[in-house]
T-cell receptor, first 115, second 113 residues
Framework: KQEVTQIPAALSVPEGENLVLNCSFT??????LQWFRQDPGKGLTSLLL?????REQTSGRLNASLDKSSGRSTLYIAASQPGDSATYLC??????????????FGQGTILTVHP | KAGVTQTPRYLIKTRGQQVTLSCSPI?????VSWYQQTPGQGLQFLFE???????NKGNFPGRFSGRQFSNSRSEMNVSTLELGDSALYLC????????????FGSGTRLTVV
């Protein structure tokens, strides 16, 4: 059974700092890994999608890496801003028939960026 | 390009009632998945539909059911509501293969009183 863990559970940083969010998963048989952000009471916004054959993806100030063999991914946020405050969720899509359409999520990292 | 649309946004129901939630996927997306989000359990997978067929199901009681129509729109139904069913229900759509990633709707907030 796939399990996803995110560390830290919460993070508070001053504006302008670079930061790293961590995600680990127990089963390396994945199709891909997706990072999402969720604002309070809202749906999920996809940030980055990394296929299992890729090592990293970049979008603006965000960079996500994937080490499938060790079951780890990191999300790097450069020059953080107050608008980055949200919950960040890591999710893996498993390979194989029993994983159709199923994402397994971590519990999330609550990020607060203060001015 | 329209995103994933979920209706209604908010619902208040009484214990024992039933409820139906709706999800319209992105045009061209044939896979629709449903999730329940609660503060204690986080995001948990309910089920996935592709071309009107349920391909996968999570560990939820039979009170939770769903279906998908020929236009890929999906509904989920919860019968005999319990207080613990209060949650944010999210649906996500994808192209035919998981490799394309998922796009989520804004969710339906269900409160059972």
């Amino acid at each position: 059974k796939q399990e996803v863990t995110q560390i830290p559970a919460a993070l508070s940083v001053p504006e302008g700092e670079n930061l790293v969010l961590n995600c680990s998963f127990t089963d390396s048989a994945i199709y891909n890994l997706q990072w999402f952000r969720q604002d309070p009471g809202k749906g999920l916004t996809s940030l980055l999608l990394i296929q299992s054959s890729q090592r990293e993806q970049t979008s603006g100030r965000l960079n996500a890496s994937l080490d499938k063999s060790s079951g780890r991914s990191t999300l790097y946020i450069a020059a953080s801003q107050p608008g980055d405050s949200a919950t960040y969720l890591c999710a893996v899509s498993g390979a194989g028939g029993t994983s159709y359409g199923k994402l397994t999520f971590g519990q999330g990292t609550i990020l607060t960026v203060h001015p | 390009k329209a995103g994933v649309t979920q209706t209604p946004r908010y619902l208040i129901k009484t214990r024992g009632q039933q409820v139906t939630l709706s999800c319209s996927p992105i045009s061209g997306h044939r896979s629709v998945s449903w999730y329940q989000q609660t503060p204690g359990q986080g995001l948990q997978f309910l089920f996935e539909y592709f071309s009107e067929t349920q391909r996968n199901k999570g560990n939820f009681p039979g009170r939770f059911s769903g279906r998908q129509f020929s236009n890929s729109r999906s509904e989920m139904n919860v019968s005999t509501l319990e207080l613990g069913d209060s949650a944010l229900y999210l649906c996500a759509s994808s192209r035919s293969k998981s490799a394309y990633g998922y796009t989520f709707g804004s969710g339906t907030r269900l409160t059972v009183v």
